[in-house]
């Protein structure tokens, strides 16, 4: 499942702005990009070299729009309480989200 957030994140839109920067050549490179934006400068090497997760498309598609944004709510939710998900709890909430929608593999 791709990793796709639909949250505003000022460092995601400061990386985005970034990485337009380099890609109209309005900054020289990445780590003038990286001073100019104050972003990560691995994060932003990595995104502007390989581009975003997003822009791959992802490989299982077992879930679908609806699902997959009430999985997300899910992460959301736990990263509220205090109690980010781990791996294994969101492979379980998707499981569980599957099966009650009658699609479990």
Same mark, same amino acid.
């Not at 729009?65 to 998707?94: F, M, T």
């Given at each position: 499942?791709? @990793?796709?957030?639909? /949250?505003? #994140?000022?460092?995601?839109?400061? =990386?985005?702005?970034?990485? #337009?920067?380099?890609?109209?050549? !309005?900054?020289?490179?990445?780590? &003038? ?5 104050? @972003? ?12 975003? !997760? *997003? ?5 299982? /598609? ?5 699902? !997959? !944004? ?14 980010? &998900? /781990?791996?294994?709890?969101?492979? #379980? *909430? &998707?499981?569980? =989200? ?6 479990? =593999?």
């Amino acid at each position: 499942m791709p @990793v796709v957030r639909t /949250k505003s #994140n000022p460092e995601e839109s400061r =990386i985005t702005k970034a990485i #337009n920067a380099l890609v109209s050549s !309005e900054q020289p490179s990445v780590l &003038a990009a990286h001073k100019a934006f104050n @972003v990560p400068y691995k994060k932003l090497l990595g995104r502007y070299a390989h581009g975003t !997760e *997003a822009s791959h498309g992802g490989q299982n /598609k077992a879930l679908d729009k609806v699902q !997959e !944004e009430a999985l997300l709510q899910y992460i959301d939710r736990c990263s509220e309480l205090g109690r980010p &998900a /781990k791996r294994q709890d969101i492979i #379980n *909430a &998707a499981n569980s =989200i599957l099966w009650n929608s009658g699609r479990f =593999i």
